[in-house]
């Protein structure tokens, strides 16, 4: 099979980075957990913070087992996978793998591409640059809304909506406003406790 062939059946994946740290956001903050980022993403958020990640190309293609061998190299058993957009991909070889070797599997997405894999935590984190696909809203375990405008309130309320009712509901600054943000976001969710607040802590750690 050509590589081409192999990254369509989730076999091969285009990896950025992998990398041992600490989950810094949303319901797993503070866990210790071995983030696999993809590269690839063709969303296009204005603010993202891994702008690098976008141009899948730029990423050497690596095979699931060397992935998974990546993370059975330390202690940690919680594996979150990222990018980039990782939803682009099929990514039923890869978690099943990671769950047969003992993980839990985790991942970041923002739901623009049909939903796949074997997942233990699906983060959801709707974009207005590009509309959710709707096998999402079934799945999401926590849906985390960042907040970079006034209107982007209403945004969240709509996914809100639309997601499972056990689904965790939080809103995130966006990093170059928190300064602005954080309060709003603060007094609102003191108005409608729903809703929780998630920071990027690994940022104020300053770790990856
Ligand atoms: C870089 S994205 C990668 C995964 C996927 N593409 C997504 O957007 O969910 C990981 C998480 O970081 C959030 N994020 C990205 N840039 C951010 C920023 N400048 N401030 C706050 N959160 C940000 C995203 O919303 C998402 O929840
Ligand atoms: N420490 C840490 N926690 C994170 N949670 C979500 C991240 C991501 O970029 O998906 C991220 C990240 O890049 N680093
Ligand atoms: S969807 Fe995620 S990776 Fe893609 S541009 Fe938006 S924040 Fe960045
Ligand atoms: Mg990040």
Not at 65 to 77: K, W
Not at 105 to 119: K, L, Q, R, V
């Amino acid at each position: 099979m050509t590589t081409q062939e192999l990254v369509a059946t989730g076999q091969q994946l285009p990896v950025m980075e992998a990398f041992y740290t600490i989950q810094g956001e949303g319901r797993f903050t503070g866990h210790p957990a071995y983030f696999i980022r993809l590269g690839g993403c063709d969303v296009g958020c204005v603010w993202c913070d891994v702008k690098e990640s976008w141009e899948a190309a730029k990423w050497p293609v690596i095979s699931i087992d060397e992935i998974v061998e990546g993370a059975l190299a330390y202690p940690g058993r919680l594996v979150v996978i990222t990018g980039g957009e990782p939803l682009i991909y099929n990514l039923f070889p890869l978690t099943q793998l990671l769950k047969e070797k003992g993980f839990s599997t985790h991942i970041e997405t923002s739901g623009a591409h049909p939903f796949s894999g074997e997942f233990d935590w699906v983060c959801f984190s709707p974009k207005k640059f590009k509309k959710p696909h709707p096998s999402i809203y079934q799945v999401a375990n926590e849906l985390k809304v960042v907040i970079y405008h006034a209107s982007d309130f209403e945004f969240a309320e709509e996914h809100a909506a639309q997601v499972n009712p056990t689904c965790e509901l939080r809103l995130q600054p966006e990093w170059s406003k928190a300064d602005r943000f954080t309060s709003e976001i603060i007094e609102y969710i003191k108005k409608r406790p729903a809703w929780k607040i998630s920071l990027q802590t690994h940022k104020f750690m300053d770790i990856p």
